[in-house]
């Protein structure tokens, strides 16, 4: 056989729709509900409510990045949350459900490094405390509602200290929509020089002093606090003693506790040498919404004051928060609306997002890192690079979604270039998912063995093979010669479906095959020219099994070549080892066909005639789709019950294209 170099498609195309979508879906989160302040800077305004992540002062003087780099685990009692938070190497902690903690307000020790999530709204910690020892570094808590330590009688928190989080001369900590209520002291404690901090999105409700910060004679601590609710509290709102600069903003205040108190029912209080800089933040029924001591420093601008009394100082200048870092500042009338919604817990935050190579060095090393039995979803968020390795997601860790995170999928590419003559057909397989419920968007699957370049025998080249069930692969590239993509199931009497979704998909032989339930669906297949004037090769080659009436749906695609005219097969029928009960099923419909297909595009393999398969057209169109006596047509009958929906939905109703 004479081979010739792959003309592969050199640009895959301008971004698809999917990421437009995606764009103007975060749009709208970003809550844009009036314009920004312009002093905001560019950068800030794309910032998303939901980033994994810090911004502030915990973003500074190189970041917080909490267990990132560690394992993800799962804990729902209290002994495992305590090994966990305490374990000197790093962690991602996920709480699923409520822990009670025992005896009645005691602490979980958490040590440096770590990451402590709630899945979805569920994860609470209740009668506990999060307590951060001096010399704590790096720590990110998220997403976690810290309840009900309160002591009956006990309302100034005199003889118990039962804080939700309490923290002492630590640095670099993330504290994210999470939902602090009616505990034992304060909520949120943070003392003795502790430095760059991020407070943002939490709820601070039904208790005496929400949120006390300093206790110190230093003014070292630098502290951004942003977008929380406090509402049912009478003080520390939050108070600030001798912190070097504390910026507050888009903060909302509501339903103060209202006991007559003149003097210790208040709002935000800069104490001591505190430089404070409050912006657009909303006061509703407060009292003395903001002050300071003569000591300190404070600017507000642009806040909103209703039905308050009091205090509202503001002198000196305080100090530029733009010095340090760009935000953005949403309309001080758009904060009620916008904080009630989307501070303290959601459901959209639960997931985990590892990053490679930032955190992880490469894929198979975020892979690793999923716990065996996932049964959240952990997203591998893949920078825009080449990564030449092989990755495997086993089928102990379903539930993950690779995503690249460039404009384009071209510009995230997983590649490696082995055939099967050193590893077999699997083997040689660039990326392996044997996993369920796996997704993987915005990248390119690459194996760039060059079938020119050497005679082998076993030129099988896979730049993806699958086994699991409820695959998806959305604005993806599979890019190989002779079996590109395999779409497999654990064995023959086992179905597993595979979704594929503007995408794109290039080889010569047999390069779309398995027994795995396929839709290829407003996708561009490229038939690659071998360079012969008769034969180039064999688009699918399916082997689904007899008990399955559904194996490869390819639809409202457009099929692609330069090879010559009359010169490509559509598909053959494949019985691995002679297996008679593989038979295959492949139906392309609504699709466009070249002018290399040939008029007889189905043909024998290994014995086996084409016509004893299931193949069959319907409403193609095209130069290479024009009817003759050996191209089956299906009728418009049998139509009707091959579509998208009747090929995947399964027994549990599987509906993947539902979400487009």
Known sequence: ???????????????????????????????????????????????SRWTDRPHGFASLAGGT????????????????????AAAEEPFVIRVSGAIAVEPFGSDIVVASDKTIIGVGDTGEIVHGELHLNPGTSNVIIRNLTIRDS?????????????DAIQMDTVDHVWIDHNRFTHMGDGLLDIRKDSRYITVSYNQFTNHNKAFGIGWTTNVLTEMTIDHNWFYGTKQRNPSADN??????????LSSQ?????????????????TRMVIENSYYDGVQHPYQADATAELVQRGSILKNTTGRTDAWGTAFDPHAFYDYRLDPAAAVPALVTRFSGPQKQIGGVTLHVPADYATVQAAVDAVPAGNSEPVTIAVAPGTYREKVYIPATKPNIVLQGTGQDRSDTVIVFDTPAAY???????????????????????????????????????????????????????????????????????????????????????????????????????????????????????????????????????????????????????????????????????????????????????????WKDARFTEYRNYGPGAEVTADRPQMSDEDARA?????????????????RH
Not at 32 to 44: F, K, L
């Open 642 to 658: 091959h579509t998208v929906a009747d090929y995947l939905q399964g027994s549990d109703g599987w509906a993947p294209y539902a």
């Open 423 to 609: 590893g077999g057909s699997t083997g040689s397989a660039t990326v392996r998912i044997a996993a369920n419920d796996v997704t993987a968007r915005h990248l390119t699957f690459s194996n760039d063995f060059d079938e020119a370049a050497v005679e082998l025998n076993g030129e099988q080249a896979l730049a993806m093979k699958t086994t699991g069930d409820r695959i998806v692969f959305e604005d993806t590239a599979f890019l190989g010669n002779q079996d590109t993509l395999m779409t497999d199931s654990p064995k023959l009497t086992t179905v597993s479906r595979v979704y594929i979704r503007d995408s794109y998909i290039e080889g010569d032989v047999d390069f779309v095959y398995g027994r795995a339930t396929t839709v290829i669906e407003r996708s561009v297949i490229r038939l690659l020219s071998r360079g012969s004037t008769t034969n180039n090769g064999y688009l699918t080659a399916a082997s689904t099994w007899t008990g399955n009436p559904y194996g490869f749906l390819i639809t409202r695609s457009k099929v692609v070549s330069d090879a010559p005219d009359q010169s490509f097969h559509l598909g053959r029928p494949w019985h691995p080892g002679g297996e008679p009960e593989a038979v295959a099923q492949v139906l392309i419909r609504d699709t466009q066909l070249p002018a290399a297909v040939k008029s007889s595009p189905w043909t024998d393999m290994s014995g086996f005639s």
């Open 150 to 162: 309160y002591v009956e009688g006990d309302w100034d928190g005199k003889t118990t200290d039962f």
């Open 65 to 84: 990045t909490g267990g990132a780099g560690g394992k993800v685990v799962t804990v729902t009692d209290q002994a495992s949350l305590a090994r966990y």
């Open 243 to 252: 912190l070097a600069y504390a910026h507050l903003y888009n903060n909302y």
């Open 1 to 47: 056989m004479t081979h010739l170099h792959s003309k592969r498609l050199s640009g895959l195309g301008p971004t698809r729709v999917l990421v437009t979508v995606v764009g103007l879906l975060a749009a709208l989160v970003l809550g844009a509900t009036g314009e920004a302040d312009a002093s905001a800077g560019p950068t800030s305004v794309a910032a």
């Open 257 to 273: 506790v209202a006991d007559g108190d003149p003097v210790w029912t208040y709002g935000n209080w800069a104490r001591g040498k």
